[in-house]
Structure formats: structure tokens, C-alpha cells
């Protein structure tokens, strides 16, 4: 299984961006994908899931502000995230994992992206 983000940058608060994961390997219809973020001297902490269903999960400081989605037929899967914070500054990591439990534990993912940075200061 291979995962490539890409879509980060530098954006100033309150701006948007959007992140992409293209994944091979493994058809998206058979596993949970996930975004995870991980800022300097913080632990990994848990963005958004979509489980094979297409059904959404997201963590309590990004609910309200980001969306995932996934194209099966594309294999990729998106992070649009908006209103952006200087807080939501971090690397961002795209996750894949079999089976739809746990899915906010970082443990529990098996298959990981490079990650890609975003950076929100004005």
C-alpha cells in the first residue's frame, strides 16, 4: 500500500486549503482512511476518518470546519479544510486501515503517507 499526500502550504488565518491522498495498493471500498495531524513536540492526534461506507468521523477540534471525502474510482481521498487557525498548524498525515473500529487511534493504522505540511500564520 502506497499513500502520497499533497496540498499543503502556507495560509493565513481564516483561509482554506484543500489535502490529497492518492492511494494504491488497496481499493478504497475495503478500508478506513483518515487524516491525522502532528505539530512539533505534540503527540499525533486524529483529524478526520471515512470508513469504506463513506461514512465520517472527526476530532472535536476540527469538527464543524474540515470535511473528508473520497473518490473510489480515483483512489483519493481529500481533506478540505477551512477556517483555518494558527493552531491548526502541523504535519498532515494520510492513515489506511482494515476493518471500521478504532479509527481515531493512530495505533491502529497500519499504512502511512510522507506526510504535508500546513502552516496558518499571518
Request: proline share 3%.
Amino acid at each position: 500500500v502506497q499513500l502520497v499526500e499533497s496540498g499543503g502550504g502556507l495560509v493565513e488565518p481564516g483561509g482554506s486549503l484543500r489535502l490529497s491522498c492518492v492511494v494504491s495498493g488497496v481499493a478504497l471500498n475495503n478500508v478506513t482512511m483518515a487524516w491525522f495531524r502532528q505539530a512539533p513536540g505534540k503527540e499525533r492526534e486524529f483529524a478526520a476518518a471515512i470508513w469504506a461506507s463513506g461514512f465520517q468521523f472527526y476530532g472535536d477540534s476540527v469538527r464543524d470546519r474540515f470535511t473528508i471525502s473520497k473518490n473510489n474510482a480515483r483512489r483519493t481521498v481529500n481533506l478540505q479544510m477551512n477556517t483555518l487557525k494558527p493552531e491548526d498548524t502541523a504535519v498532515y498525515y494520510c492513515a489506511a486501515k482494515y476493518g471500521p473500529d478504532l479509527y481515531a487511534q493512530y495505533i491502529h493504522y497500519k499504512d502511512w503517507g510522507q506526510g504535508t505540511q500546513v502552516t496558518v500564520s499571518s
